[in-house]
Every structure is written in structure tokens, then in C-alpha cells.
């Protein structure tokens, strides 16, 4: 990563002009769909927590946004996600490609209720 940051703005103000364009929609979606969650830095990269357990993360990297919603999330998604480059609970989406934003609320709301649902 590029350093260490204090904030998810100092994290995502580090990157190119249209990538942070990007990074700012990611985090409004993640924002918008999970209200109560906690915003952090964990790992070098933005990370959201709800009742004290990890939700998602993204990063931006030259080529892409790594999206990490634990295996579960990618699991369910997994039809959806298939024509992503993965790995063990992580996706890539190309920077040269639409974002598929739609698909990361569906993905949060599910990550959301999976995480409230252990909590109670």
C-alpha cells in the first residue's frame, strides 16, 4: 500500500483524480446500505464493522478496486462475481469497466443481515 493512513479520506485522496471518483462511490454505496456501520482503516484499506465484526473492505489498486466481503458474501454473489477476477474472499473490479455499484449494495445488505443475524 501507499503508506499509512489516518482516514478513509487521507486513503482515498492518495489515488489519481478518476480513481477516487471511483473509491468515493464505493464507500457511498457500503455508506448507504450498511448506516450503522463503523469506518476505519484495517489493513491499509478502508474497512466497515457492525456490532464489532468485519463487514467489507475496498482498496484501489492501478488497474482495479478490490472489493473483500469475507467468502460468505462472495459465496452468495458468486453467479453475479464469476466474471470478475477473484480469490478467497476478494474481487476485482477493472478500473476501465463500469463498477457495478448496484451489485456491491446487494452484496452489503446481504453482508448487513449475515452479520446481524449472528449477533443476536
Given at each position: 500500500?501507499?503508506?499509512?493512513?489516518?482516514?478513509?479520506?487521507?486513503?482515498?485522496?492518495?489515488?489519481p483524480e478518476d480513481t477516487q471518483l471511483l473509491l468515493n462511490k464505493?464507500?457511498?454505496?457500503?455508506?448507504h446500505n450498511a448506516p450503522e456501520a463503523i469506518e476505519s482503516i484495517s489493513y491499509q484499506?478502508?474497512?466497515?464493522?457492525?456490532?464489532?465484526?468485519?463487514?467489507?473492505?475496498?482498496?484501489?489498486?492501478?488497474k482495479h478496486i478490490g472489493f473483500y466481503a469475507t467468502?460468505?458474501?462472495?459465496?452468495q454473489f458468486a453467479a453475479e462475481l464469476a466474471k470478475y477476477k477473484q480469490g478467497k474472499g476478494s474481487v476485482q473490479f477493472p478500473?476501465?469497466?463500469?463498477v457495478p455499484y448496484n451489485l456491491i449494495a446487494r452484496i452489503v445488505k446481504f453482508r448487513v443481515k449475515e452479520n446481524l443475524t449472528k449477533a443476536k
Amino acid at each position: 500500500m501507499k503508506g499509512n493512513f489516518k482516514n478513509v479520506d487521507d486513503y482515498i485522496y492518495s489515488f489519481p483524480e478518476d480513481t477516487q471518483l471511483l473509491l468515493n462511490k464505493v464507500r457511498e454505496t457500503i455508506q448507504h446500505n450498511a448506516p450503522e456501520a463503523i469506518e476505519s482503516i484495517s489493513y491499509q484499506m478502508p474497512a466497515y464493522k457492525l456490532n464489532g465484526k468485519p463487514l467489507v473492505y475496498f482498496a484501489g489498486y492501478e488497474k482495479h478496486i478490490g472489493f473483500y466481503a469475507t467468502p460468505t458474501g462472495h459465496e452468495q454473489f458468486a453467479a453475479e462475481l464469476a466474471k470478475y477476477k477473484q480469490g478467497k474472499g476478494s474481487v476485482q473490479f477493472p478500473l476501465d469497466k463500469p463498477v457495478p455499484y448496484n451489485l456491491i449494495a446487494r452484496i452489503v445488505k446481504f453482508r448487513v443481515k449475515e452479520n446481524l443475524t449472528k449477533a443476536k
